[in-house]
């Protein structure tokens, strides 16, 4: 689980800024919301507010930008979005400290926009003292004692400098081999977590991974039908019908002309022209093609026909039922996006206060109904504010003590705590 994540010259993040899932000392309030650690307690939740272009959105980039250099993914777009309202030319620097099978690691890395000059995995001890792991410097990497025992298969990795020594150590087969390298377990929790760091935006709406869980689990069915029934969408069902003969095997030579790869058995996930959300299942008898459908009255739709909010919905069901079962941190940028305050209220209500949920959710928010102590303790608020240079600076409504019965939307709108846009008058400009 994310115990604190900083960053540092990356988007409008100028010096270093730090968000933390530590809970503060409070009393009454949601004490359910405190993940129980064998080392550190942590957070369940947490919100971010703040004004357009404070810099909310560049916090969301800043760790989906760590997690796609850890996983391998092209990430130059997002190392090139340094600090420009200055001419420092220091690199980007990202700090993440989590727990994961009950050992605290803090990992650090640094860039320059192209290159991974700095590198380094420490065990975080229950008083603070670090013990590293590795220790990468451009491409010279220092071995722990805690991995001596396996040093020539760590030091043997060739790496360019644009790739992290974590995604190395991965692709060559760490996880496959764990039993014969010593010190394997950490780089492999470490790893896991970052695979299990989620990030969703606006955009990523219609995902295939949730409508191929859909085709697959019948667990995921139940939650997701439960969910659209709860959200008052008038759908009443939602399912998977078989396409014509004809039309299976017109699909399936688009599919496989498209992406021009030799596939095993199993399922396909795609849309068509035509925003249709199609299965195609490939198997030793043949190949069916199946579309999504959601069922108004016993009258079939195509996912395209459904308003933006629904197929958002649709989308994130996917991560909330995940949020259940798995030790998951999920961060989405504008939960409220397509969605009603009412509906926004009940997803975030329903991960809060479901004991048995085990994943962390993140969320950055413009609605204030949803800024409420019924929802939030208030070291679970955070707030987003640009400095008169241009910077972000993070804080927490923690540091403000707001009493337990405080309307914090109204002192929010009275700007006691910062992070309001200051609207001038237009007929000024």
Request: include cysteine; aromatic fraction near 12%.
């Given at each position: 689980m994310?115990?604190s994540?900083?960053?540092?010259?990356?988007?409008?993040?100028?010096?270093?800024?730090?968000?933390?899932m530590?809970?503060?000392?409070i009393s009454?309030q949601?004490e359910?919301?405190?993940?129980g650690c064998?080392?550190?307690?942590a957070?369940?939740?947490?919100?971010l507010?703040?004004?357009?272009?404070?810099?909310k959105?560049?916090?969301?980039?800043a760790?989906?930008?760590?997690?796609a250099?850890?996983?391998?993914?092209?990430?130059?777009s997002?190392l090139?979005n340094?600090?420009k309202?200055?001419?420092s030319?220091s690199?980007?620097e990202?700090e993440i400290?989590f727990q994961?099978?009950?050992?605290?690691?803090?990992y650090?890395l640094?860039?320059n926009g192209v290159?991974?000059p700095?590198?380094?995995l420490v065990?975080?001890q229950?008083?603070?003292e670090?013990?590293?792991?590795?220790?990468?410097?451009?491409?010279?990497v220092?071995?722990?004692?805690l991995?001596?025992?396996?040093i020539d298969w760590?030091k043997?990795?060739?790496?360019?400098?644009?790739n992290?020594y974590l995604?190395k150590?991965?692709?060559?087969?760490?996880?496959p081999?764990?039993k014969?390298?010593s010190?394997?377990?950490h780089?492999i929790?470490?790893i896991?977590?970052?695979?299990?760091l989620f990030?969703?935006?606006?955009q990523s709406?219609?995902?295939?991974?949730?409508?191929s869980?859909?085709?697959?689990?019948?667990?995921?069915?139940?939650f997701?039908?439960?969910l659209?029934?709860?959200?008052?969408?008038?759908?009443t069902?939602?399912?998977?019908?078989?396409l014509?003969?004809?039309?299976s095997e017109?699909?399936f030579?688009?599919?496989?002309?498209?992406?021009?790869e030799?596939?095993?058995?199993?399922t396909?996930m795609?849309k068509?022209?035509l925003?249709?959300?199609?299965?195609l299942?490939i198997?030793p008898?043949?190949?069916k093609v199946?579309?999504?459908k959601t069922i108004?009255?016993g009258?079939e739709?195509?996912?395209?026909?459904?308003?933006?909010?629904?197929?958002r919905l649709?989308?994130?069901a996917l991560?909330?039922?995940?949020?259940?079962?798995q030790d998951?941190?999920?961060?989405?940028d504008?939960l409220?996006c397509h969605?009603h305050p009412?509906?926004s209220?009940f997803?975030?209500q329903h991960h809060?206060?479901?004991?048995?949920?085990?994943?962390q959710?993140?969320?950055t928010?413009?609605?204030?109904?949803?800024?409420?102590?019924?929802?939030?303790r208030?070291?679970?608020i955070w707030f987003?504010e640009?400095?008169?240079?241009g910077?972000t600076?993070?804080y927490s409504?923690?540091?403000?003590?707001?009493?337990?019965d405080?309307?914090?939307?109204?002192?929010?709108?009275?700007?006691?705590?910062g992070?309001?846009?200051?609207?001038g008058?237009f007929k000024?400009e």
């Amino acid at each position: 689980m994310l115990l604190s994540f900083s960053v540092s010259n990356f988007g409008s993040f100028k010096e270093k800024a730090t968000f933390s899932m530590f809970p503060g000392k409070i009393s009454k309030q949601h004490e359910n919301h405190i993940l129980g650690c064998m080392q550190y307690k942590a957070l369940k939740g947490a919100a971010l507010y703040g004004a357009n272009a404070s810099g909310k959105s560049n916090f969301v980039k800043a760790i989906a930008a760590l997690r796609a250099i850890i996983a391998g993914e092209p990430t130059k777009s997002l190392l090139l979005n340094q600090f420009k309202l200055d001419n420092s030319s220091s690199e980007t620097e990202f700090e993440i400290v989590f727990q994961y099978n009950k050992v605290t690691y803090q990992y650090i890395l640094r860039t320059n926009g192209v290159n991974i000059p700095f590198e380094q995995l420490v065990i975080v001890q229950r008083y603070g003292e670090l013990k590293p792991l590795f220790t990468r410097e451009n491409e010279n990497v220092n071995i722990s004692t805690l991995l001596s025992k396996s040093i020539d298969w760590y030091k043997n990795r060739t790496f360019q400098a644009t790739n992290a020594y974590l995604f190395k150590l991965w692709q060559d087969g760490i996880i496959p081999n764990q039993k014969k390298i010593s010190g394997s377990k950490h780089i492999i929790n470490a790893i896991d977590f970052f695979y299990r760091l989620f990030v969703i935006t606006p955009q990523s709406l219609a995902n295939p991974v949730a409508f191929s869980l859909f085709f697959q689990r019948k667990d995921f069915q139940l939650f997701l039908k439960k969910l659209l029934h709860v959200a008052d969408l008038g759908i009443t069902d939602i399912k998977w019908v078989p396409l014509s003969k004809e039309d299976s095997e017109k699909y399936f030579k688009q599919v496989i002309s498209r992406i021009n790869e030799q596939h095993e058995y199993g399922t396909i996930m795609s849309k068509n022209d035509l925003g249709e959300v199609l299965a195609l299942d490939i198997s030793p008898s043949g190949q069916k093609v199946h579309a999504l459908k959601t069922i108004h009255n016993g009258v079939e739709f195509n996912i395209s026909e459904e308003s933006a909010g629904t197929v958002r919905l649709i989308d994130l069901a996917l991560s909330f039922f995940f949020l259940q079962e798995q030790d998951m941190c999920l961060i989405i940028d504008e939960l409220d996006c397509h969605l009603h305050p009412f509906l926004s209220r009940f997803l975030l209500q329903h991960h809060m206060e479901t004991t048995e949920n085990k994943g962390q959710l993140i969320v950055t928010l413009h609605d204030l109904n949803l800024m409420s102590q019924e929802i939030w303790r208030t070291d679970e608020i955070w707030f987003a504010e640009k400095r008169q240079d241009g910077s972000t600076d993070l804080y927490s409504l923690y540091q403000f003590s707001p009493r337990f019965d405080k309307n914090l939307q109204k002192g929010y709108m009275q700007g006691k705590y910062g992070a309001i846009p200051m609207i001038g008058d237009f007929k000024d400009e």
